[in-house]
C-alpha cells in the first residue's frame, strides 16, 4: 500500500506500506525535510520499518523486539515527563476546513507545552520522537504508509503511540503519554 498506489494482493499475511516521499510539499519547494518510509506489517503489527532522511543522509531502522537504530546508535525515546517541557511536533491537513479545526485546537495547547513545530514529514517527526530529539507528536492522520515504520521506530524505542477517537496519532516517550493524551484531549474539549 502507498499514497501512489492502491494495495496489491498477495500470499503471505503481510503488507509492505511504502511512502516514497512523505513531506512532498517540502521537496516541490525545496525545503529539506522529506524522507522515504517502508513498513512490512503482519497482522500484530509493523514487523519491520525504516525511515531515510537523505537530506541528513540518516537511517532510521526498527525490527519488532529488536529495538531501533539510527545508524549503529540505539534509539531511546525522551524521558520528559512534564507537558509543560514538552517539544511537541504536529502537522495539518490537506484540507482547509480540517486545518482551521486543528489550528484552533493547537492555540489551546500552545500554552502548556515547551513550544511546537510542524516540520512536515510525519514519518521524520516519528522517527525523531524514537530519537528522542522531539518529546512528542500529534496529527490528524489516515494514511499508513505515512506512520507504519515511524510507530514502530517509536515503540522499539521505548515510547508509547496510541490513536484517538479524533483519527489522531499521538507519539511520546513514555512517561509523558498519559499526561500529554490528556492535555490533547482538552484541547479539543474547547474546540467544541
Known amino acids: 500500500m502507498s499514497e501512489e498506489g492502491g494495495p496489491v494482493g498477495g500470499r503471505s499475511g503481510r503488507t509492505w506500506y511504502v511512502d516514497p516521499l512523505d513531506g512532498t510539499i517540502n521537496y516541490l519547494y525545496a525545503v529539506p525535510h522529506w524522507s522515504v518510509s517502508i513498513a512490512c506489517a503482519d497482522a500484530g503489527g509493523a514487523i519491520a520499518g525504516a525511515v531515510f532522511d537523505p537530506i541528513r543522509g540518516e537511517l532510521f531502522v526498527a525490527a519488532r523486539g529488536r529495538g531501533a537504530t539510527l545508524g549503529t546508535r540505539r534509539l531511546a525515546a525522551s524521558t520528559v515527563a512534564d507537558p509543560g517541557l514538552a517539544l511537541v511536533a504536529t502537522g495539518f491537513s490537506y484540507d482547509a476546513a480540517e486545518r482551521a479545526a486543528q489550528a484552533a485546537v493547537l492555540a489551546r495547547l500552545a500554552g502548556t507545552v ?13 522517527a525523531w520522537v524514537a530519537a528522542g530529539r522531539l518529546d512528542a507528536y500529534f496529527e490528524v492522520s489516515r494514511s499508513p504508509w505515512d506512520s507504519a515504520a515511524g510507530e514502530l521506530l517509536v515503540r522499539e524505542a521505548g515510547g508509547e503511540v ?13 512517561s509523558l503519554h498519559v499526561p500529554f493524551l490528556a492535555l490533547l484531549r482538552t484541547s479539543h474539549e474547547g474546540h467544541r
Open 114 to 126: 515547551r513550544d511546537i513545530r510542524r516540520a512536515g514529514s510525519a514519518a521524520l517527526d516519528l
Open 162 to 174: 496510541t490513536w484517538t477517537e479524533h483519527t489522531e496519532i499521538v507519539a511520546s516517550g513514555r
